[in-house]
């Protein structure tokens, strides 16, 4: 069974930074699309960031400038690394691939969510 292990969320101050990373919890064939998305609470979960294999990416216009979406096809991660924090950048942070499992066998999956808290 596939799971996304995603980590590096927590408290932070406005205006700081945070990283976040999600892989695989077992060995895989290959990822394409990967992604993250947020929710926060009473709001309904949207895109922050995704990127392509080949590395193309797009932002949600709210954090366009200030997050970094990236990844390692060797290790099949993606990150998001997030600065200029807000206190609007509150929410449970959710990584999502597209992922070949075999050569043949395509699936999506989830993470099973990171909090962020962006407060003073």
């Known amino acids: 069974q596939v799971q996304l292990v995603e980590s590096g969320g927590g408290l932070v101050q406005p205006g700081g930074s945070l990283r976040l990373s999600c892989a695989p919890s077992?060995?895989?064939?290959?990822?394409?699309?990967m992604g993250w998305y947020r929710q926060a609470p009473g709001k309904q979960r949207e895109l922050v960031a995704s990127?392509?294999?080949?590395?193309?990416?797009n932002y949600a216009d709210s954090v366009k400038g200030r997050f970094t979406i990236s990844r390692d096809n060797a290790k099949k991660a993606v990150y998001l690394q997030m600065n200029s924090l807000k206190p609007e950048d509150t929410a449970v942070y959710y990584c999502?691939?597209?992922?070949?499992?075999?050569?043949?066998?395509?699936?999506?999956?989830w993470g099973q969510g990171t909090q962020v808290t962006v407060s003073s």
């Open positions: 999502n691939a597209d992922i070949f499992v075999t050569s043949s066998k395509r699936e999506v999956h």
């Open positions: 077992v060995t895989i064939f290959s990822i394409a699309n």
């Open positions: 990127i392509t294999r080949g590395g193309s990416t």
